[in-house]
Each structure stands twice: as C-alpha cells, then as structure tokens.
C-alpha cells in the first residue's frame, strides 16, 4: 500500500482554487518531487498532508491515517520542514531538539541518544551548544532537517529546503538530504523551483501548475516524452520539410534564423543532420531537462513569474489564511 | 483520555514551560529592566510624594509597594503574552503547533511560564521588602498567592491579545488603551475611598486589578477596603475568565 494516498484533494480559499483536485499515490521509501511555480499549490498541499491547512474536500492518508479525521495520528507520523526557517533562535542547537523531542512524546531514557544520533547525522555535534542565532543558513537549514527526523516520522516534508542558500551550501543540504532519507528509511516529499536539483535528488516528480498535477514520473522518463535532444542550429535556409521527415526527427522549429530540432540520439544522427545545411554559424545541442519538460507542459519558465522569495498572490492569500483566520 | 495520552500533553505542557523558562534565563535585559522601572516607582515617585504625604497612616512610599508589585505584575503578564504576536512573526510557534500536543497544552504551558517569570521578578522585589518599614514581611506568602491569581489572569489575557494582533502595531495601542488605564485606575497610586470622584469611583470599582491591590495592601499593610473573600473572589473568577477566553482565542489562532 502507498504511503501516502490522496483523492481530489482539494482546497479553495473563497473563490480561489487553491488546490483543485490532486491524486497522488507515493510508495514508501520514495523521495518525491512537488514541482511548480510560485503559487502553484505546492505548499497549500503539503499543509493539507500535514493537517494544518484544513480539507476543502477529497481524501488523503498517510501510513493508514486519515488526515481528515486523525490529525494527531497523522502529526505523530510525519516531520516537516517549512520553507521559512522556524528555529528558535534564542535556545542552542540541542535544546531546540530537546524541545522537539518532548513536543513530539520521546521519552527521556531514548531522547539524548536520538538527538546524539541525529546531531551528528548532520555533523552538527560541535556546535549543538551555541545559540542557534549565530548559525550559518546552512547549518540552520540542517539542524531543521535533524529536527524533522528526530521522532523518525514516516514520511518528511520538505517545503523548499535550499531557498535562500548559496549553490554551494544548497548541493550539501541535498547530499544531507539523500544520506538522511536513506538511513532513516523515510518517505521524503519536497517542494522545489531548483528543476535541476530536484531531477538529481527525486526518484519522481510531479509537476503542479494551477492547482492541478499535470505530470508525474520518474524524471528521465519525462525528459524522454520530450522526443530527445534539443539541437538548435543557426543556419541559412534549411530545408525545413526534408528535416521534418527524417525517422529521427521529432519536431522541427525555423524561426529568427534559428533553426530549432529535437531527435533522438542527436550524437549519432547530427552529422547527417548538418550535411543539409548551408552557412551554419553554431550548432547547440541540449539533453532536455526537467525545465524544458516544463516548459513544454505549461508554456512558460518556472521562475517566470516573480522572484523566489515573493510568493504569487494566491500563496500570498494562502499564508494571510493560514495566519489569520 | 488514555494514561499515554495524558503523559504525552503533560512532557507537551513542560516542553512549552520549559523553552520560557530558558529564554527567562538568556534574556537578562528584560529581567533587569522589570525590576528597575518599579524601584523608581517607589524610590523615585514613591519617596518624593511620600515626603509630604501618608496616606492611613502609613507613608506614602511604603503605601504604594503593593500597588507597585501589582503594576510589575501587570506589565510583566500581558506583555509576556502579547510576545506571542513576535513569535509568530519569527514561526518559532509553528513548529510548536505542528507537533501532536493539543492546543490547551500549548496555551498552558505558556501561561505557567508567564506566571514563573513574574512571580521570579516579585520575588526579586520582595527582597526589597526591608527597606519599607510598615511591610509586614510574614504577609508576603499570602501576597505572592493573590499576584501568582492575578499573574495567570493577565498573561491569558496578554496571550488571548496576542492571538488576534495580526502585527506589533498593536502593541502600542493596548499599552496606551489598556494597560495604563488598567494600572491608574486599580488603586495602586491612591486610596480608593469616599474623597474620589464619584466617576473615578466607579471606574476603579469595576477594575478587577483593584482588587488585587487591595488585597496585596490588606496582606502586606494591613490596610484594606474590601472584605477579603471579595478580594479573592474577583481575582478568581476574573482568571478563569481570562484562561478560558484565552485558551479558546488561541486554539483557533492560525
């Protein structure tokens, strides 16, 4: 059985469709991908999968639980990390665990061996005195991550877990990330706009776009359902119909003097390709990525609309709910 | 509720007390501030007016100590409590509210480490106690019993303000509209006798904190206008009241 289920999982916030109806079924021990821009749904679905956003209607379970019905169940079994960092700031690195731990029930006999374990899991240990104030982003972000797993929930959500991070510190929040998931054995779900991180780190991906998921696989499999390799030749006149009917070729786009292919397996079929060809000026060859997937799919960039940090105004809508109401 | 259960709300309610009662510790500024704005209540205010002035026969300066423990009281409560509008903005609270603990427990927790951190600071003042000579000192368990009431009052209160504010602009406005108001018309500065106006009369009658400095002077001075079973009463029933409201306000915060 999935570990976690859902069915027309929907929220709307007045006439604001949120969420309009997702099913989702993860296996246990995945890591999945929530991919989409700012205002997509992503965060509203999550709240919902970890109850503190309420239902508008359909279902969901997670490890048996019913997320409707028994929030408390539910909260015991999953670990969350929110997008904005949510530290205590005045207690240390330890004692933000400890609160955690009696929060979350583990009793005393098993409390300081975990948050030991966990400390050093995220190489923490040295520093698990000092006031979480004078932490790095990064450290922050990893202690949060710690923190998550402490009560070893079945499933970790992620919201975002390397905004605001430097590249650098951003590939080792996702290798502390994977390292995690796989020694704890949970079912990682995370949200993301980096698309090249999360095809490194996602075993699947759903892409999300309106309040609805309009894809989900394993990334390479989406980036095969591109028809292969994007080549983008600038060159004079091509012979756009003779192309068009090569068996290797997919889809062909002449436009600005750039000359825009996809085919498969472009490392063999190229040199054919160009021996058509007049006055070529450059020739570029793309694997797709999980960007192209999804910009194919909705027709626009994912940091298209707005920076990182701002939200849309429907997740704008969505925190001033969460907060307010 | 099963044992586990229970067990499980009430390491909730010491989790939550006991992250206060570290930040009580770290935050030393506030603790010092807390104790030096009521010393120059009663040795700056307290002395001057009590050169020319005693009021029951006893001095001005020593008059007012109860008053003063009162107002550190107040102040100290509702302030802790309205704090909660900057833990929200900072989502330290949302990793608490996310955890499997209900929110009655949370709301407890809060309440009883707003209460340690004010009765602490009382206990500091008390220490002050020798330098009044009408303060009977075998009064202050009875003191600190009736401001440990009025404490869980008025940081539900604070906490129940807190959970509606949606930003610290409003702060001002209840420091400016409630707290002063609360503190000038309970009594702490002046007898509330037959020489008050009689719409001052009225106003001071109707603030429970009155009653709570009534009976602190009743305790500590042996000077008190109320019976004492009303004074107790009112404390009583006004932090049940306000426990109750609070508790209710902040479950439904989100």
């Known amino acids: ?325 | 509720m099963g044992e586990r259960r229970l067990q499980k709300e009430l390491m909730g309610i010491y989790a939550v007390w006991w992250r206060e009662f570290k930040v009580f510790q770290r935050e030393k500024s506030r603790i010092i501030s807390s104790i030096v704005q009521p010393l120059m209540w009663l040795f700056l205010f307290g002395s001057g007016i009590g050169a020319s002035i005693s009021v029951s026969d006893v001095n001005y300066r020593d008059y007012i100590y109860p008053g003063v423990l009162t107002m550190s009281v107040l102040f100290g409560s509702v302030f802790f409590g309205l704090y909660i509008v900057w833990d929200r903005k900072l989502d330290v609270l949302k990793a608490v509210l996310v955890a499997p603990v209900s929110r009655l427990s949370i709301f407890l927790g809060k309440v009883l480490g707003g209460c340690t951190d004010v009765i602490l600071q009382v206990l500091i003042l008390f220490c002050f106690s020798f330098l009044f000579p009408s303060v009977n000192p075998w009064g202050i368990p009875l003191a600190l019993l009736l401001l440990l009431i009025t404490s869980i009052a008025l940081v539900s209160m604070g906490l129940a303000l807190g959970s509606m504010l949606e930003s610290l602009e409003g702060f001002q406005v209840i420091s400016s509209f409630l707290v002063f108001p609360l503190f000038f018309l309970s009594g702490a500065l002046f007898p509330v006798d037959d020489k008050l106006p009689v719409w001052l009369q009225g106003m001071v009658k109707l603030n429970p904190l009155t009653y709570a400095v009534d009976g602190v002077r009743g305790a500590l001075l042996n000077v008190q206008i109320f019976p004492f079973y009303v004074n107790l009463s009112v404390i009583t029933i006004f932090a049940i009241v306000m426990f109750g409201l609070g508790s209710v306000l902040f479950s439904r915060m989100k």
């Open chain 1, 1 to 325: 059985m999935a570990i976690i289920e859902t069915k027309s999982l929907t929220k709307t916030y007045g006439k604001i469709q949120a969420v309009r109806g997702i099913d989702l079924n993860i296996e246990k021990g995945e890591i999945f991908g929530l991919l989409g821009p700012n205002g997509a749904g992503k965060t509203t679905t999550i709240g919902m999968l970890c109850t503190i956003i309420n239902v508008t209607s359909g279902s969901a379970f997670i490890a048996g639980c019913n997320v409707i019905k028994e929030p408390d169940r539910v909260r015991r079994k999953v670990g969350i990390v929110f997008q904005d960092p949510t530290l205590d700031t005045v207690l240390t690195g330890r004692e933000n665990l400890e609160l955690h731990a009696r929060l979350y029930g583990i009793s005393a006999a098993y409390r300081q061996n975990r948050i030991d374990e966990m400390l050093e899991l995220v190489d923490l240990k040295d520093r698990s005195n000092d006031i979480t104030r004078t932490y790095s982003g990064g450290m922050r972000r990893r202690l949060e991550l710690a923190r998550g797993l402490l009560h070893k929930p079945a499933v970790l959500f992620l919201d975002e877990p390397t905004l605001g991070l430097d590249p650098q510190t951003r590939a080792r929040t996702w290798e502390y990330i994977k390292k995690m998931a796989k020694m704890e054995q949970t079912t990682v779900v995370l949200t993301t706009h980096y698309m090249e991180e999360a095809e490194q780190v996602c075993d699947r991906v759903g892409i999300i776009d309106h309040g609805r998921i309009i894809a989900i696989d394993a990334p390479d499999n989406l980036k095969e359902s591109m028809g292969g390799d994007l080549v983008v030749i600038r060159a004079k006149d091509p012979p756009v119909e003779r192309i068009k009917a090569l068996h290797y070729v997919s889809t062909v786009n002449f436009s600005d003097g750039a000359l825009e292919v996809t085919m498969k397996e472009a490392h063999l079929h190229l040199a054919e390709l160009l021996l058509m060809l007049r006055d070529v000026e450059c020739v570029e060859v793309r694997v797709p990525t999980l960007s192209d997937v999804f910009i194919k799919l909705t027709g626009r960039d994912i940091r298209e609309d707005g920076s990182e940090d701002s939200g849309s105004w429907v997740d704008s809508v969505a925190r001033y709910r969460q907060k307010g109401n």
